[in-house]
Antibody, heavy 122, light 107 residues
């Protein structure tokens, strides 16, 4: 059973950088899946931030692309999110998750972390 | 981006009822539409993928159908544990996009 766990600061100052790490256990981060970040806020609902493949390929939401970096550390079985120049609009629950993929197609996010609330405030 | 429009935004029903939630996409996505259930304070849970395939452990009272741009999630004989918020999501292309959610409440 794959498990994901987010960690990082729960409070970030405006104009600062939001940094989160996701620990993956119970499965290989080098499997044929994409590793995602998704956030949820009352204003925007569920919003897909982006994803990374174990070979380092990334895809980002164009609405956030200029501020987002997702990276992966296979040796630690972790992937991470950095979102810079944050504002109050970035306050949300952030989830790391696995998008189950096979043969070049993806079939939904089958494993999620528990979520971490990140508040942007001075 | 592919827009996903989900309806209704809320729904009031009783235990034992049959309910249907609809998602429409702004362009054809074949059958790459997934359904999630979310309860307060929890992460979403995948129920159905590629329009009609069951994720493991999902009760048979849940079913999905559709292709192209119109999809439905049907729950027959509602149980107390089914009252939650439901989301659809397209996995045809990136950026992945979600519907706005349907909150299913007890009447």
């Amino acid at each position: 059973q794959v498990q994901l766990q987010e960690s990082g600061p729960g409070l970030v100052k405006p104009s600062g950088t939001l940094s989160l790490i996701c620990d993956v256990s119970g499965g290989s981060i080098s499997s044929d899946n994409w590793w995602n970040w998704v956030r949820q806020s009352p204003a925007k609902g569920l919003e897909w931030i982006g994803e990374i493949y174990h070979r380092g390929n990334t895809n980002y939401n164009p609405s956030l692309e200029s501020r987002v970096t997702i990276s992966l550390d296979k040796s630690k079985s972790q992937f991470s999110l950095k979102l810079n120049s944050v504002t109050a609009a970035d306050t949300a629950v952030y989830y790391c998750a696995r998008d189950f993929c096979s043969g070049g197609s993806c079939y939904g996010i089958d494993f999620w972390g528990q979520g971490i609330l990140v508040t942007v405030s001075s | 981006d592919i827009q996903v429009t989900q309806s209704p935004s809320s729904l009031s029903a009783s235990v034992g009822d049959r309910v249907t939630i609809t998602c429409r996409t702004s362009q054809s996505i074949s059958r790459y539409l997934n359904w999630y259930q979310q309860k307060p304070g929890k992460a979403p849970k995948l129920l159905i993928y590629t329009a009609s395939s069951f994720q493991g452990g999902v009760p048979a009272r849940f079913s999905g159908s559709g292709s192209g741009t119109e999809f439905t999630l049907t729950i027959t004989s509602l149980q107390p544990e089914d009252f939650a918020t439901y989301y659809c999501q397209q996995s045809y292309t990136t950026p992945r996009t979600f519907g706005q959610g349907t909150k299913l409440e007890i009447k």
